[in-house]
């Protein structure tokens, strides 16, 4: 089954309405990093039941739902997270009933051998009020899937990082068991936690969920630029550029030109860029 442009553009993706506790919150800030000094009483809003805050980069997982990826024609076993991009409207209570609808917003065509595009648009909504919460543009790069309509498409252009040194620097260790507390917020992919899965699939051992890296992201930037006030956030996007291992280290490379924030992410073990072409871009 190959990809038919017309009809993955005309399919239709079921809403879904999905109930969130302040367990789930605290568990996917957990899962992003929060929390890791125990003696850092600025993040216990994060991870703890008084005053709690949710993180804004939760609002790609809140309703998370895959089951329309069969009828797709995508080769999924060869899709790999491409990029993401968030828009907050407003910010995310840390407990409520929201309801998703989704649709393939565009696909492009790489070509025969690299591969196709495919990029999906999601919203959120207060199910209570019908307010629009966030809107998550995800762009899956589906490495199986080029050449099916004869002509190579260009996408667009991702977000230039400034050429100057950073502005700032966040560093953290992830934990080796990280990718299993990310995946019970919804990503249960077993490339994340099943060693013979992850090796089928070309890597020596589970790796880290791109969005969780981009959650770590988005923690640095608010404990750097935001004094941990989610409410500071209006957009958040990152192209996905290498895999991190659960247990390596990450380095949060940071510019800041008036409410915009430029960002990419490193191993510093391996030395390599994992998150590339970060924008964020703040409320005044």
């Known amino acids: ?52 805050k949710a993180s804004p980069t939760m609002g790609t997982v809140l309703a998370w739902d895959r089951s329309w990826t069969p009828r797709s024609g995508i080769d999924w076993p060869k899709v790999v997270h491409g990029d993401q991009r968030l828009t907050i409207h407003k910010p995310l209570p840390a407990a409520g009933t929201v309801i998703s609808s ?39 790069f589906a490495r199986g899937d080029g050449g099916f309509s004869g002509s190579v498409m260009k996408g667009p252009e991702f ?9 700032s620097v966040f560093e953290a260790a992830t934990h080796p068991a ?45 404990k750097t630029m935001c004094d941990l006030d989610p409410s500071r956030i209006v957009e958040f996007n990152a192209r996905f550029s290498a895999t991190l291992y659960p247990g390596e280290s990450i380095r949060i490379e940071m510019w800041k030109d008036g409410n915009v924030v430029s960002f990419r992410a490193l191993c510093i073990e391996r030395g390599i860029v994992v998150l590339n072409n970060g924008k964020a871009v703040l409320r005044d």
């Open 159 to 167: 977000h230039q990082l400034p050429a100057r040194a950073p502005d």
């Open 178 to 222: 990280q990718a299993l507390v990310y995946r019970l917020s919804g990503d249960r992919n077993p490339l994340h936690a099943v060693p013979a899965v992850a090796q089928a699939a070309g890597f020596p051992r589970p790796v880290l969920h791109g969005l969780c890296t981009y959650g770590i992201a988005c923690r640095a930037i608010l």
């Open 1 to 52: 089954m190959a990809i038919n442009l017309e009809e993955l553009l005309r399919l239709e993706i079921p809403q879904q309405q999905c109930s969130y506790t302040e367990r789930d919150t605290m568990l996917y800030a957990l899962g992003t990093g929060f929390g890791s000094d125990p003696m850092d009483a600025a993040e216990l809003p994060f991870v703890y039941e008084d005053s709690l």
């Open 102 to 140: 989704a649709r393939v917003l565009e696909v492009l065509d790489k070509g025969k051998d690299s591969g196709a595009v495919v990029r999906v648009e999601t919203t959120i909504r207060e199910a209570s009020t019908g307010d629009p919460l966030c809107t998550a543009t995800t762009g899956f």
